[in-house]
């Protein structure tokens, strides 16, 4: 009946709001499976078909001679790993817990929490699906030979951050149009197949065509990790600050979006859907 409230550090809070967060992020990665390692192989696979599949649609298509001059397998995997990164990231934050979530119901969860765990969880899964690819390719194949890893690691960084933004903006949509979002994420993810431009070099598109690619920040940032990735290869066409103001952007905007949304919850909306 009477309860006594305990006056908690900061250090204590932010030690508690870290380990909430660890342990939720290994309760996303085993969403999928509850093995985690089945999870990430699963994943693996994945993104292995996907890279089989551009590396022979480029050459069947004859676009082999437009990549840049280097390992070409290398040049698809630069765009295939961006892309897959910001997609998945999209995805596990639009579909973290929400407000109404069961999960919610347990102090001292919250929907930061669920939305850090589910962003982590979907980065690490990539990393460390990446990292196994190219480890694997790198002994078995031929030695990979990256100009700037620093460099190409923030862009995947990048691409992760922007997709966690794109995600929280149709995660404060979800609970209001739930089917509308679901159909939106599936037009942005399969208009990126093509519009993030992991396909061409944008040094050797003309300039109608940029057009055609320059709203979009993946274009930009896959551009830009290209020219880490690749010692004889400078970007001309795209920009490094773009993608992270429109992701700045949007991520201020689905936060403010979030917390909207959080305070009209009601049970109602998992009821009806």
């Known amino acids: 009946m009477f309860q006594t409230e305990s006056r908690t550090s900061l250090a204590h ?115 460390v699906s990446m990292i196994a690819i190219l480890v694997v390719y790198h002994l078995v ?14 862009m995947l960084v990048l691409a992760w951050f922007s997709g966690c933004a794109v995600g929280m903006v149709l995660l404060a949509l979800k609970p209001w149009l739930p089917k509308g979002t679901a159909i939106i994420m599936q037009i942005y993810s399969r208009a990126n197949m093509f519009a993030s431009g992991k396909m061409f070099v944008a040094n050797t598109l003309p300039a109608h065509m940029v057009a055609m690619f320059a709203w979009n920040p993946l274009f930009h940032i896959i551009d830009q990790g290209r020219g880490f990735i690749f010692l004889n290869y400078n970007p001309m066409k795209s920009s490094l600050m773009y993608p992270l103001w429109v992701s700045l952007v949007l991520l201020a905007i689905g936060i403010i979006g979030v917390f909207y949304t959080s305070r009209r919850a009601s049970l109602s909306w998992d009821a009806a859907r």
């Open 141 to 154: 194949w031929t030695p990979i030979e990256i100009a700037q890893p620093f460099g190409a690691c923030m």
């Open 13 to 127: 809070g932010a030690a508690t709001i870290l380990v909430l967060v660890f342990h939720n992020t290994v309760r996303s990665i085993r969403k999928t499976h509850r093995d985690a390692t089945v999870a990430i192989l699963y994943n693996i696979l994945q993104t292995v078909i996907m890279v089989g599949a551009f590396f022979v649609l480029l050459d069947v298509l004859g676009l082999r001679g437009n990549a840049i001059r280097g390992d070409f397998l290398l040049y698809v995997m630069s765009g295939i790993f961006v892309f897959m990164t910001h997609v998945k990231s999209v995805g596990a934050v639009m579909g973290s817990e929400g407000p109404t979530s069961p999960m919610m119901q347990h102090r001292p969860m919250n929907q930061v929490v669920a939305v850090c765990a589910s962003a982590l969880g979907a980065f690490y899964i990539q990393i």
